[in-house]
């Protein structure tokens, strides 16, 4: 069975209906996690069958997207290191469900943003890492992605445990914010609609 609390939160908003029920429950597993108070099979096990529950309601999802008449593209990758993928698969969801065209998810282990965002467009890169030992990559990286990123208004997420706990971490490593992943779309969005603002207001005064 599920870790109990956690089934506890997918029973209640699967209930709902109102949002996808697997955030909480994703959030619920990583504290646990991090408190040591499951082992590492628990925590297989449970991400295995959120990610079953992940594709049950994928269907609801692609009926809902609303494809934009300017689509948006987001890079989301983390370390190879990592040991799970689940919380990324479930942010490239998200995300396809608000209508951007998404590069990586469960395929974005190893990923190397920085030669994507020198190649192609992206309006938005998201990083995940689930433990403090990547926080050295993670700063390296968004280093780069930005140096040779193609789009100088682009906005850099990041996400996992760690910054459920430490969100002012995300400052440090240089990203624009931390999200749960339910809300990086529009936090995205958001960013990028007000640099486009005050690049259009700088163009105006030059």
């Excluded at 590492?40 to 309601?57: D, M």
């Excluded at 919380?87 to 190893?110: P, Q, T, Y």
């Amino acid at each position: 069975q599920l870790v109990p609390k956690a089934r506890v939160v997918i029973e209640a908003e699967h209930q709902t209906r109102r949002r996808p029920p697997v955030p909480p429950a994703a959030r619920e597993l990583g504290v646990l996690w991090e408190q040591d108070r499951v082992d590492f099979a628990t925590v297989t096990v449970s991400l295995g069958r959120l990610q079953r529950l992940l594709r049950q309601l994928s269907p609801d999802f692609g009926n809902e997207v609303q494809h934009p008449a300017l689509g948006r593209r987001v890079l989301l990758t983390q370390p190879d290191t990592e040991q799970h993928m689940f919380g990324l698969s479930m942010v490239a969801e998200f995300f396809r469900r608000e209508g951007w065209d998404v590069l990586g998810g469960v395929a974005g282990v190893g990923i190397d943003a920085t030669a994507w965002v020198r190649r192609d467009w992206f309006d938005a890169v998201g990083f995940s890492i689930g433990s403090e030992q990547s926080l050295p990559w993670l700063r390296d990286t968004i280093a780069q992605v930005r140096k040779v990123s193609r789009n100088n208004a682009l906005v850099v997420l990041v996400g996992g445990p760690i910054f459920s706990m430490h969100p002012h971490w995300a400052a440090e490593v240089g990203a624009d914010a931390t999200t749960d992943g339910q809300s990086a779309p529009q936090i995205a969005e958001r960013m990028l609609g007000s640099r486009v603002q005050e690049q259009s207001g700088r163009a105006r005064m030059s």
